[in-house]
């Protein structure tokens, strides 16, 4: 699936033989994407201009040539850092197909959790530029599998710590956790519950 403008473009995949992992191609110069969380992680390489994007609190810069990471349902937004925008590389590995890879690297029952928002480490990220490099030109499955799992192995043992007794969280407590963070950041802001439940997408009368 694709989406272009004459300044935008972003193409969607899905590696069917990789438990349907989900690939984004992207080059974006306007687009700014308010907060949001995803289920699956995002794990997603600059190769071009710089973004700047809310995560675990604060702001952070993603430049070119650095990686950044989002943790499954983890609040986040987007938006470039520079005049030209920014054009990157992702994939979104579900917290299960982590789980599946972790066996033995971390406690049982736990997932990764990657604290840092931006992770520099030019070798890292050439191996990440290879796997999106031969998923989108290979159809061996074999090397896609094993480029895909060893890779994300690495970046666990690099850059991960675990979170154990994870559970997935229902949209319901998405959305909550998005109204949560709305408030949080504006304290004073002078909204009514349906305004609120709109944030959240839910009726103003939900027990």
Known sequence: MAHHTEKESANFQLASELGGLE???????NQNFSRH?????TVGVIEKGAQRFYRTG???????DSIILVNADEVHNGQTATECGWEYKAMYPLPEQFASLTEGLLPQGSVPYFPEPVVYDPEMAQQLRMVF??????DNKLLRETLVYGTLVKL???????????????????????VKEFLDDFPQADVSLDDLAKLAGLSGFVA
């Open 37 to 41: 969380s995803h289920e699956g992680y």
């Open 156 to 178: 666990i043992s690099r850059h991960s710590k675990s979170r154990l007794d994870w559970e997935p969280q229902t949209r319901t407590q998405r959305q909550l956790k998005l």
């Open 133 to 138: 490099d031969t998923l989108a030109k290979s």
């Open 23 to 29: 690939l984004l191609d992207a080059k974006y110069t």
């Open 58 to 64: 604060g702001n952070h810069i993603a430049p070119q």
